[in-house]
């Protein structure tokens, strides 16, 4: 199993930028699967999670509602955040994950059985 990570970069406040997280080895949409972050010295913060097939709901963190949005396509097997209105403390480290287990329809979990190696994101003010 594997979780690819990409899209992460350099961007000024204000700006835009999207992560992608390609599986391979699952199937992403049998999974929770989502999106988490950490800051060097702070625990790592679960920001958007997408449930199980067309309905399995969605969670968002107070901190990104209205700014992220989290999708699944499910031939490329790949889930995205979508970032808007970035701001400089959504600089982190972002990581994929996927959780095969019993969820809450609307929530993340802490224990995603599966990690991706994280992708940087710097938002300059």
């Known amino acids: 199993v594997q979780l690819q990570a990409s899209g992460g970069g350099l961007v000024q406040a204000g700006g835009s930028l999207r992560l992608s997280c390609e599986a391979s080895?699952?199937?992403?949409?049998?999974?929770?699967s989502g999106w988490f972050r950490q800051v060097p010295g702070e625990e790592r913060e679960a920001i958007s999670c997408?449930?199980?097939?067309?309905?399995?709901?969605?969670y968002y963190a107070d901190s990104v509602k209205g700014r992220f949005t989290i999708s699944r396509d499910d031939a490329k097997n790949t889930v995205y955040l979508q970032m808007n209105s970035l701001k400089p403390e959504d600089t982190a480290v972002y990581y994929c994950?996927?959780?095969?287990?019993?969820?809450?329809?609307?929530?993340?979990?802490?224990?995603?059985?599966?990690w991706g190696k994280g992708t940087q994101v710097t938002v300059s003010s």
């Open positions: 994950a996927a959780y095969r287990g019993v969820y809450r329809v609307g929530r993340c979990r802490s224990d995603m059985d599966y």
């Open positions: 080895g699952l199937t992403l949409d049998s999974y929770l």
């Open positions: 997408i449930g199980r097939y067309r309905n399995g709901g969605t």
